[in-house]
Nanobody, 124 residues
Framework: QVRVVESGGGLVQTGGSLRLSCAAS????????VGWFRQVPEKEREFVTA????????YYTDSVKGRFTISRDNAKNTVYLQMNSLKPEDTAVYYC?????????????????WGQGTQVTVSS
């Protein structure tokens, strides 16, 4: 069983930066696709970005392109989300999710393992 735990959330001002971490345990996930999603109250969880099992394939939703960067450190069994130029509309709970296949998918149903989420709040 894979367990993923997010960390790194917090409160930042507009234009600030945060780096989220998604640490996996229970199994090596170097060949797994890993995604980041976010959710605000009363809205569906939305896809943000994902990295494929090889690390060479990455996909971002349009609203974060040029500001967010996903990466993985297989030696640490960890995936990161570097978030720069943050905006108030980035405020959400951010979730990490992993799937035991290498290819990226953008829907929540495609991921088997989810963390508990970490709150990101961007003040204006």
């Amino acid at each position: 069983q894979v367990r993923v735990v997010e960390s790194g959330g917090g409160l930042v001002q507009t234009g600030g930066s945060l780096r989220l971490s998604c640490a996996a345990s229970g199994r090596i996930i170097s060949s797994y696709a890993v995604g980041w999603f976010r959710q605000v109250p009363e809205k569906e969880r939305e896809f943000v970005t994902a990295i494929d099992g090889s690390g060479g394939g990455i996909y971002y939703t349009d609203s974060v392109k040029g500001r967010f960067t996903i990466s993985r450190d297989n030696a640490k069994n960890t995936v990161y989300l570097q978030m720069n130029s943050l905006k108030p509309e980035d405020t959400a709970v951010y979730y990490c999710a992993a799937r035991p296949w290498a290819n990226i998918v953008v829907n929540t149903q495609g991921y088997d393992y989810w963390g508990q989420g970490t709150q990101v709040t961007v003040s204006s």
